[in-house]
């Protein structure tokens, strides 16, 4: 009866273990950048290129801004929007105030469309900066 009892908590400890093993290997690029904005009102458009056997795409992007607006959109190859904030300072500095406004968005994509997908940066009269984090997830190649 023991002898049963421990192959059915071995059988039982595989069963849960087993779906947290991975029995492929990825190579993870991840790449960053940050922009800085002084007064700024030229939009700009960040490309980031997914291959067809891309496994995840993850984009993390923080923003803060203390004068002026700004909007950041995430398109897919085909075009679609798939995500967008806006901020905005309210606040004047003339009085002597200053407002610091921040926001942010995390994006995560399972097998993500091939292709070029855009981040469209599109400051208004904007003092601040945005750090953009890219991760791209490649199966290893076999051989």
Not at 29 to 37: A, K, N, P, T, V
Request: net charge positive; with cysteine.
């Amino acid at each position: 009866m023991k002898k049963k009892m421990k192959l059915f908590i071995a059988s039982a400890v595989l069963t849960m273990f087993i779906p947290f093993c991975s029995w492929s290997q990825d190579t993870k690029f991840d790449l960053s950048r940050s922009i800085e904005f002084s007064n700024s009102k030229q939009t700009e458009e960040i490309i980031i290129k997914t291959e067809s056997n891309s496994t995840q795409l993850y984009i993390s992007i923080k923003s803060a801004i203390n004068q002026g607006g700004l909007i950041v959109e995430i398109y897919d190859p085909a075009g679609e929007k798939q995500g967008n904030f806006e901020i905005e300072s309210i606040v004047k500095s003339n009085d002597g105030k200053t407002e610091y406004v921040q926001g942010s968005i995390q994006k995560k994509i399972n097998v993500p469309m091939a292709g070029e997908w855009k981040i469209k940066i599109i400051p208004t009269n904007t003092t601040g900066h945005i750090r953009i984090g890219t991760y791209i997830g490649i199966p290893d190649d076999k051989k």
